[in-house]
Nanobody, 123 residues
């Protein structure tokens, strides 16, 4: 049974870089057709997809966050990472790492979520 766990600082100062890591246990992040997403939810607002990295290492980004976001992976540690640069108070949110299963032309769905980690941007 695969599990996901986010880790990283809970408090980041404005203008700094937010860095989070998601560790997958019980299964490889290089498994075919698995994509690994970062999704966040600001207080009182809806979910927002930020970026993703595929089983082959291709990265994808939400265009609205593309200029500030980087997603990477370390297959030796079975981890994938998020960096969000130049943060402001509007980036305060619960950040989730999520697994997506994709079969091109057939289906795609999110089937596994980490518990989420609250990151507050404040001086």
């Amino acid at each position: 049974q695969v599990q996901l766990q986010e880790s990283g600082p809970g408090l980041v100062k404005p203008s700094q870089t937010l860095s989070l890591t998601c560790t997958a246990s019980g299964g490889s992040i290089a498994t075919d057709y698995h994509y690994w997403r970062w999704i966040r939810q600001p207080p009182g607002k809806g979910l927002e997809w930020m970026g993703a990295i595929s089983y082959s290492g291709m990265a994808y980004y939400n265009p609205s966050l593309r200029s500030r976001t980087s997603v990477s992976r370390d297959t030796s540690q079975n981890q994938f990472n998020l960096q969000l640069r130049s943060v402001g108070p509007e980036d305060t949110a619960v950040y989730y790492c999520v697994r997506e299963v994709v079969r091109p032309g057939r289906y795609r769905y999110l089937d596994l979520w980490g518990q989420g980690t609250l990151v507050t941007v404040s001086s």
